[in-house]
């Protein structure tokens, strides 16, 4: 299972359940105009970046350092300015962090769990407010031996 699939996992799994949405990139790419119910949470790579191969003989080891987004959309129009949407931003954005950081996904082979890296607001439109939470995950790329086929 990829980092994306297990974090989206586990933000699905928390109890009692926050989000109405939990999805991926293409669901996320699907949105119109806002989400068919919120709160939302869409997980997605957003960049990877790999170092310089470890090894000086045999196969390639390549430490990868992926920024995961985590878009948190929710909408309220209890209050004509949007504030209610930005008091729901202002307690998931805690709840997703202690659920994230510290998470160590079992395809992390080499141990390395998430790091928070920053959150930044995407946008505030029509009672919905858009954040987005970026979390560090690290791994290795290694080279694998040919083995015939795909």
Do not use: C
């Amino acid at each position: 299972m990829s980092t994306v699939a297990e974090i989206i996992a586990k933000l699905a799994a928390i109890e009692p359940p926050v989000f109405r949405i939990v999805g991926g990139a293409a669901e996320f790419a699907a949105i119109q105009n806002v989400p068919k119910a919120v709160p939302a949470a869409y997980v997605m790579t957003l960049q990877e970046a790999s170092g310089e191969n470890e090894r000086t003989n045999g196969p390639v080891l390549q430490p990868t350092a992926s920024d995961i987004g985590v878009v948190i959309i929710t909408g309220n129009v209890s209050d004509g300015r949007g504030d209610a949407s930005s008091r729901d931003i202002e307690t998931l954005k805690p709840l997703v962090r202690k659920h994230l950081i510290g998470f160590l996904p079992s395809s992390a082979e080499d141990g390395m769990s998430l790091e928070h890296v920053s959150g930044e607001l995407l946008k505030a439109w029509a009672g919905t407010v858009w954040w987005q939470e970026v979390y560090a995950a690290a791994s290795f790329l290694e080279e694998q031996p040919e083995a015939g086929g795909l």
